[in-house]
């Protein structure tokens, strides 16, 4: 089969994702083999490309926002037949045994293995998924829009969720790019109202657009204090102003896997009164569920911008330049 290949990780623009030839996966006794219909592109795969995430397999197939269809499957799959629809995520496998996953906690497993990170994903013809960490998916939705859902979405649901956002609470957004806007929908469907701080101007539009009852720059204060905000915007120097526009009581989560420095806080006002600063790690599998769950049932949609995926590396210089808006989705146009 033809899949993308991190050759040696380094600038894309450079060519350091190929496309190759590879041997069709094999799945392990409890996976499954999925024909790859799309796969969504997240600034993850960037981040492995060109090496800012180190090298866990050489060579490796990006790609965790899978949509596809079930091939084959090893001795020990069960609840899955040939030609179902199923998702695959970035989260792979976890031991299962471990403290963090007895008390419900798998996305903090020490032993965690990735999509496309540890193992190959989905910008290739074919792919495998252990079959319990395989996301079922809703019919009706066609498989780029689903796509995104699949990282940015269950993330930013996670997110979401840290936050604590109480019933009609008030929730600010600093960022509004992939994760922020599909939060955005799930928060603005359960009657939350939406205060979007973020710097581009056609992200304040988008925002206003999907409901959100002010978008502002992300270093202005909200019209009024907030119950609890999420940082979507990988920038440290943002956390004192998102504490500041909390009320008393009120929680920040941190949603990024990387976040330049945190500068010093001040206590009496950014934390005292009882403000809580969080981080957020991956997603657990109930997440992903009830995350595909609510998304079903309110309609979320992602804004995107389909590519073949014989251009992957195209997409992800795109991603790189800012080219274009919404989340880029690759439709296999290989097989
Ligand atoms: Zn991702
Ligand atoms: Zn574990």
Not at 28 to 44: F, K, W
Not at 71 to 86: H, M, N, Q, S, T
Not at 318 to 329: E, I, P, Q, T, Y
């Amino acid at each position: 089969m033809r899949a993308w290949s991190v050759a040696a990780p380094g600038p894309v623009e450079r060519g350091s994702l190929r496309l190759v030839e590879k041997p069709v996966p094999v799945p392990g006794a409890d996976e499954l083999l999925v024909r790859v219909r799309a796969c969504g592109v997240c600034r993850t795969d960037l981040h492995v490309t060109e090496g800012d995430l180190p090298v866990r397999r050489p060579g490796v197939t990006p790609g965790h926002e899978v949509v596809g269809v079930v091939a084959g499957g090893g001795p020990a799959v069960d609840g899955f037949a040939l030609g179902d629809r199923v998702g695959v995520a970035w989260l792979r496998r976890t031991d299962g045994s471990c403290p963090y996953c007895a008390r419900g906690a798998e996305n903090l497993c020490p032993a965690s293995r990735y999509t496309g990170w540890d193992t190959d994903g989905g910008y290739a013809e074919y792919t495998t998924v252990p079959a319990p960490f395989a996301y079922p998916l809703p019919a009706g939705v066609d498989d780029v829009t689903l796509a995104p859902l699949l990282c940015a979405g269950i993330i930013g649901y996670r997110a979401l969720r840290r936050a604590a956002l109480p019933p009609g609470g008030r929730l600010g957004l600093y960022g509004f790019g992939g994760s922020a806007h599909l939060c955005a929908q799930v928060a603005l469907a359960e009657g939350a109202t939406v205060h979007v701080l973020t710097r581009g101007a056609a992200a304040r539009r988008l925002a206003l657009d999907l409901g959100a009852a002010s978008a502002r720059d992300a270093y202005e204060a909200p019209p009024e204090p907030l119950d609890s905000a999420i940082l979507f915007a990988p920038v440290g120097d943002l956390v004192p102003v998102a504490l500041r526009a909390l009320d008393r009581g009120g929680v920040l989560a941190v949603a990024g896997i990387h976040l330049s420095d945190v500068p010093p806080l001040r206590y009496e006002s950014e934390l005292f009164y009882e403000k809580e600063l969080r981080s957020v790690t991956s997603n657990t599998r109930t997440d992903g569920r009830e995350f595909l769950a609510l998304a079903a049932r309110h309609g979320v949609r992602a804004t995107t911008h389909p590519y073949p995926l014989s251009r992957a590396g195209q997409a992800l210089a795109d991603l790189k330049a800012g080219r274009f808006d919404g989340a880029a989705v690759l439709v296999n146009d290989l097989s």
